[in-house]
């Protein structure tokens, strides 16, 4: 099949290798997209053509990057700052153990929001749910510590 006049090529292949997409459904899941003003990965979620973790492999394979479940990542904060962490927020992104940074979607401009020390690391695709959930976790626990810490030095203060 001819996949030069299609949008995405590489990833309109993984598709219909995976999950047998065909010309129409990509035809109304990229105007789909356009007209919500969302990316294509979304907009197929949104639409419930594909599950998530399908989803991350054909967005790996069409990337020729590593897919890992989920459920083997190891995140590591570590590096994280306040400033950064809304940049890894915005393109849906959290660094891992062993120098790697789990992403959901490799079409996103990851250059051009992140610090070079996060882009320099080895890029693996995984689904959404689960960096939005470890960055959740991350963000509230480090509110959570702030705030006991701003407890304790108000307690201090009162004494």
């Known amino acids: 099949m001819n996949t030069s006049s299609i949008i995405l090529p590489h990833l309109f292949e993984a598709l219909s290798y995976e999950i047998k997409i065909d010309r129409v459904d990509w035809i109304i899941v990229t105007k789909f997209a ?83 020390k996060f882009c320099e690391r080895e890029m693996i695709v995984t689904e959404r749910s689960s960096i939005i959930d470890a960055l959740r976790k991350h963000g509230f626990n480090e509110w959570i510590d702030d705030d006991d810490q701003d407890d304790d030095l108000n307690n201090s203060l009162e004494n």
């Open 34 to 116: 356009e007209n919500w003003k969302l990316s294509v990965a979304d907009a197929l979620l949104d639409l419930s053509y594909i599950d998530e973790a399908t989803l991350a492999r054909c967005l790996a394979r069409s990337h020729n990057l590593p897919y890992i479940p989920a459920a083997q990542l190891k995140y590591d904060f570590s590096e994280v700052s306040l400033e950064n962490f809304d940049d890894l927020m915005s393109v849906g992104a959290a660094p891992l153990e062993e120098y790697r940074l789990a992403i959901c979607n490799p079409y996103d401009d990851h250059r051009g929001y992140l610090d070079n």
